[in-house]
């Protein structure tokens, strides 16, 4: 299932490059992606910050730069090829600014488990200077979906 998992991030996050993203909110977070390496449990790219996401004053808003970190983080995860998993716990650390039209590097690696959850580090940093902009610890719980069936319906009841 790992090489599966991978060739799926991959696949995933090429479909982002073009725009393809499964929602609204995340074509928006990560238009301009572009895909550098996905391995397991380590996924790298580069995002233009565009005025779409950047605030009043021209720099990258910060709560895009969490949602951006929730989804690479999520990436990483899912590369380890041990199914899909829900966000727990997202810690994020501002250290810097970057501004419309700044390219900047994210990069999100499992770092490790606790039972059965696992963490992601993710850093993102400018491009052009490799200053640290935003750090992250991602924690996520597998996603179990269970269907519960009861044998009868509550319905006929209403």
Same mark, same amino acid.
């Given at each position: 299932?790992?090489?599966?998992?991978?060739?799926?991030?991959?696949? %995933?996050?090429?479909?982002?490059?073009? =725009?393809?993203?499964?929602?609204?909110?995340?074509?928006?977070?990560? /238009? =301009?992606?572009?895909?550098? /390496?996905?391995?397991?449990?380590?996924?790298?790219?580069?995002?233009?910050?565009?005025?779409?996401?950047? =605030?009043?004053?021209?720099?990258?808003?910060?709560?895009?730069?969490?949602?951006?970190?929730?989804?690479? =983080?999520?990436?990483?995860? %899912?590369?380890?090829?041990?199914?899909? /998993?829900?966000?727990?716990?997202?810690?994020?650390?501002? %250290?810097?600014? #970057?501004?419309?039209?700044?390219?900047?590097?994210?990069?999100?690696?499992?770092?490790?488990?606790?039972?059965?959850?696992?963490?992601?580090?993710?850093?993102?940093?400018?491009?052009?200077?490799?200053?640290?902009?935003?750090?992250?610890?991602?924690?996520? #719980?597998?996603?179990?979906?269970?269907?519960?069936?009861?044998?009868?319906?509550?319905?006929?009841?209403?």
């Amino acid at each position: 299932m790992e090489d599966s998992a991978i060739l799926n991030t991959t696949t %995933y996050l090429e479909a982002l490059t073009q =725009g393809n993203g499964l929602s609204e909110i995340e074509n928006l977070i990560l /238009h =301009g992606l572009e895909l550098i /390496h996905v391995g397991k449990g380590i996924v790298r790219c580069k995002l233009l910050v565009t005025d779409r996401v950047a =605030g009043e004053d021209g720099t990258w808003h910060a709560g895009v730069i969490t949602a951006v970190m929730d989804a690479i =983080g999520a990436c990483s995860v %899912y590369s380890t090829g041990e199914g899909l /998993h829900s966000s727990v716990d997202l810690n994020a650390s501002f %250290y810097s600014m #970057a501004k419309i039209h700044e390219k900047v590097e994210v990069e999100a690696r499992v770092k490790g488990t606790n039972g059965r959850l696992k963490s992601s580090v993710i850093e993102i940093r400018r491009e052009r200077d490799g200053e640290l902009i935003a750090t992250g610890r991602l924690w996520m #719980a597998p996603l179990v979906l269970k269907a519960k069936h009861t044998g009868s319906s509550n319905l006929s009841k209403l």
